[in-house]
């Protein structure tokens, strides 16, 4: 289920202890994805983060977070348990603080309320463009911060802060004056003819969504594939990524220089000319002159990279095939049942140009880490052995074979899959993401995963081996499962349907764990560890 504008309110409240700016809540609820879960993974990789919490997670941080919800320490407890929670693995450091959130009781609920609505109406209250501007940067952040310290659990402290409003606006305009934004360029400096090359601009001070203007000078629109001016979107990570291909003129030229400017920054680019073969020699034994389709197919060695000196020309893969960069082609053709390796940033630069073209079934296989998602022409994905893999299905028939790495695999808005998904034999503790509600595991083939986790609200029907997985959940989940079997119930599941099928045994996991059993047959529902039963046990 999508992030709503509330929940994403509460995300920046519980993380960052400030109101959402105007530009993330747009670029996050634009994005129809994105989830809870999603959205505090970018926060917790974000620059905000780095600055605000640091590159670890420990008592200090979570204690942090209980001042910016609550305006008090940790209990012990929560200190422990949060903690171990992220050193484990199990969540993100924002969504560990959305986890907090959610579980607010008594005075810290109607603190929570307050700040929610006070957060609220300063996002409001932002409605010039001299405003909205303003509201970015560290300083203008800090002054928000500060102001949202003065809500508590009081009628008075809402009233307080709801008066201060305007002189709070004024105050964060004038932290954040002078800060203005800040454009670094990092990426390749010098690029190559021939080369597809993503262009990084690092910026501060500008929220993810904004759009800024590019355009390039000292090059020729001929010498340029696409156009030399254009729109870009910052990311999450503050980010806006460029994706260029300066074709190969003339041979033995001098170095050119390329001014690009992307929003207020500007940037000399060095443009080397091309030189030497056009293909490794020991690959292909003719010279390209346009127009060719070049066909490799078997093994080969190293990571060649295969280069074509004319934007006409098409390589086609067929066999085993594992290459380096593959620029300035055309198209790339991968035939029937063939295997090619390659680099993720061959694959990314290939998607984003459209470029990657498949018949029949095909396999590809990463050579490093992925995060994104998959490419709907490849049937056949086998994932990097590396941490950091993090992919998102693009077909419900996807097959995903994780590698030796901690891997998450992502069933995105699918409801049911039909492909086999492998988290790999040799991760500690590789993951699947269940986003949409009503979704049915019992279909495809899910093996060698360590975890399910159901995003927030989610329900899903599994198969008994899958539900004695470690099954992670948020807001209300329940699992409905298809077969009958002994069945140890996870404590982040609130509601469990067992199989009408002879057969279930099943232990609770929780005290407050809602289990109905099977309308037909006889179920043993055990107490295991649990003392006192709370929730709702139905025999059917």
Same mark, same amino acid.
């Given at each position: 289920? $999508? ?14 202890? #400030? ?38 997670? *420990?008592?200090?941080?979570?204690? #942090? ?12 407890? *929560?200190?422990?348990? @949060? ?31 307050? +700040? ?85 601009? %690092? ?10 203007? @590019? ?22 990570? =503050?980010?806006? #990524? ?29 443009? &080397?000319?091309?030189? *030497? ?18 066909? +490799? ?39 029937? +049942?063939?295997?090619?390796?390659? $680099? ?37 994905? =086998? ?42 034999? %040799? ?32 329900? $899903? +029907?599994?198969?008994?081996? %899958? ?5 992670? =959940? ?14 140890? *119930? ?18 609770? =996991?929780?005290? $407050? %764990? &809602? ?26």
């Amino acid at each position: 289920m $999508a992030i709503t504008a509330t929940e994403l309110t509460a995300l920046y409240l519980s993380y960052f202890g #400030r109101p959402p700016d105007q530009g993330g809540m747009e670029f996050y609820l634009a994005q129809e994805d994105a989830t809870v879960q999603s959205v505090a993974d970018a926060f917790s990789a974000s620059p905000e983060s780095m600055d605000l919490i640091g590159p670890t997670f *420990g008592p200090d941080q979570v204690n #942090r977070i209980y001042l910016n919800l609550f305006g008090r320490d940790a209990e012990p407890d *929560g200190l422990a348990y @949060w903690t171990k929670q992220v050193a484990d693995g199990l969540m993100t450091p924002a969504f560990a603080a959305y986890g907090i959130f959610l579980g607010a009781q008594n005075a810290d609920l109607i603190s929570v309320q307050n +700040k929610m609505l006070v957060a609220t109406t300063f996002l409001e209250h932002l409605d010039t463009p001299e405003e909205l501007a303003g509201y970015s940067g560290n300083e203008a952040a800090q002054a928000a911060r500060e102001y949202m310290d003065t809500v508590g659990s009081s009628p008075s402290s809402v009233a307080s802060a709801l008066s201060n409003l305007d002189a709070a606006i004024l105050a964060m305009l004038s932290a954040g004056e002078g800060e203005g934004p800040t454009y670094t360029y990092v990426g390749a400096n010098p690029i190559e003819e021939g080369q597809t090359v993503v262009v990084v601009i %690092q910026t501060t001070g500008i929220a993810p969504g904004v759009v800024l203007d @590019w355009s390039m000078t000292g090059i020729q629109p001929e010498d340029m594939e696409g156009a030399l001016s254009g729109t870009v979107t910052v990311d999450a990570d =503050g980010k806006a #990524r460029l994706l260029i291909t300066p074709l190969i003129d003339t041979l033995g030229d001098s170095p050119e220089t390329i001014t690009l400017t992307v929003g207020g920054g500007v940037f000399s680019i060095t443009l &080397n000319e091309s030189s *030497g073969p056009l293909f490794d020699s020991y690959l292909v034994d003719a010279t390209l002159n346009g127009n060719n389709n070049v066909y +490799k197919n078997g093994a080969s060695t190293g990571l060649p990279d295969f280069t074509s000196k004319f934007p006409s020309d098409v390589l086609k893969v067929g066999g085993t095939t594992t290459v380096g960069a593959l620029l300035n082609f055309k198209d790339v053709t991968l035939d029937d +049942k063939s295997v090619l390796t390659m $680099a993720v940033a061959t694959h990314d630069s290939l998607l984003a140009a459209t470029k990657l073209n498949a018949t029949g079934t095909q396999t590809v296989n990463l050579s490093d880490a992925f995060s994104g998602t998959l490419d709907v022409d490849i049937e056949n994905y =086998g994932l990097g052995s590396v941490s950091g893999n993090d992919v998102t299905l693009g077909l419900a028939t996807h097959n995903v074979t994780g590698g030796s790495g901690d891997d998450i695999v992502r069933m995105g808005t699918f409801t049911s899959i039909s492909g086999t998904l492998d988290g790999g034999s %040799q991760g500690k503790f590789d993951s699947l993401y269940v986003s949409t509600t009503g979704a049915d595991l019992t279909v495809g083939t899910i093996t060698n995963f360590e975890a399910i986790n159901l995003d927030t609200n989610v329900n $899903a +029907k599994m198969t008994a081996a %899958q539900a004695n997985f470690l099954l992670l =959940g948020a807001g209300t989940n329940t699992v409905t499962v298809k077969d009958a079997g002994t069945i140890t *119930g996870a404590a982040a599941i609130e509601n469990y349907t067992l199989a009408d099928a002879a057969g279930n045994d099943f232990t609770l =996991g929780a005290s $407050a %764990q &809602n289990v109905t059993g099977s309308a037909t047959q006889n179920d043993i529902v055990r107490t295991g560890g649990v003392t006192s039963v709370t929730g709702t046990l139905t025999a059917g």
